[in-house]
């Protein structure tokens, strides 16, 4: 089961602003004819999306990376995806910020609440709505989530397309209250 949370352009964050710790280093990366992926991640499945991209499969030009470094090391990736299959219960302008991972050795330091954060700040327009999807069990990143303000939305499953996972889309199945 999945947990759909939303947080419309606009709205206040819960806690205030997150900083960066002192060393690290983060770039919002953006497609590139020279450079496919962010450095420090691999062609698969990145080097996808940078092709949905240029072929226009994402709904708008929105599709980026907040990447985190320390030195040359990445520690933190969030990717920033415009709707697309996987997505259909998003509007056209909308935002889904996913594929968040941190490197094991520097969880609980903010990296995650900074850069959901900053995605939102960077990206904010009228009519936007942020989406972040997590397992139900992933309380760390539930609770990142709602630090920044973001709310329940609903509860559903990833379901599959052609009896393929990769193929298919995640699916809202209950929606509870939102502001």
Same mark, same amino acid.
């Given at each position: 089961?999945y947990?759909? %949370?939303?947080?419309?352009?606009?709205?206040?964050?819960?806690?205030?602003?997150?900083?960066?710790? #002192?060393? %690290?280093?983060?770039?919002?990366?953006?497609?590139?004819?020279?450079?496919?992926? &962010?450095?420090?991640?691999?062609?698969?499945?990145?080097?996808?999306?940078?092709?949905?991209?240029?072929?226009?499969?994402?709904?708008?030009?929105?599709?980026?990376?907040?990447?985190? %470094?320390?030195?040359?090391r990445?520690?933190?990736?969030?990717?920033?995806? &415009?709707?697309?299959?996987?997505? &259909?219960?998003?509007?056209?302008?909308?935002?889904?910020?996913?594929?968040?991972?941190?490197? &094991?050795? %520097?969880?609980?330091?903010?990296?995650?609440?900074?850069?959901?954060?900053?995605?939102?700040?960077?990206?904010?327009?009228?009519?936007?709505?942020?989406?972040?999807?997590?397992?139900?069990?992933?309380?760390?990143?539930?609770?990142?989530?709602?630090?920044?303000?973001? #709310?329940?939305?609903?509860?559903?499953?990833?379901?599959?397309?052609?009896g393929?996972?990769?193929?298919?889309?995640?699916?809202?199945?209950?929606?509870?209250?939102?502001?």
């Open positions: 089961m947990l759909f %949370y939303a947080k419309r352009s606009g709205s206040n964050f819960a806690y205030g602003t997150s900083s960066l710790g #002192e060393g %690290y280093l983060f770039n919002i990366w953006r497609h590139d004819a020279r450079n496919l992926v &962010p450095c420090g991640l691999s062609i698969v499945p990145y080097g996808v999306w940078w092709g949905f991209h240029h072929l226009h499969v994402f709904s708008n030009r929105d599709y980026a990376m907040l990447t985190i %470094y320390d030195g040359d990445l520690i933190h990736r969030s990717g920033i995806f &415009p709707r697309y299959f996987r997505f &259909p219960f998003m509007a056209r302008d909308d935002l889904q910020i996913g594929d968040t991972w941190t490197h &094991p050795d %520097y969880r609980g330091r903010g990296l995650a609440t900074f850069a959901l954060q900053k995605i939102v700040e960077a990206y904010s327009k009228s009519d936007r709505t942020f989406w972040y999807i997590v397992e139900q069990e992933n309380s760390a990143s539930i609770h990142v989530a709602e630090k920044v303000g973001f #709310e329940l939305f609903g509860r559903g499953i990833r379901a599959k397309r052609f393929i996972g990769i193929l298919g889309a995640f699916v809202i199945q209950q929606i509870v209250a939102f502001r």
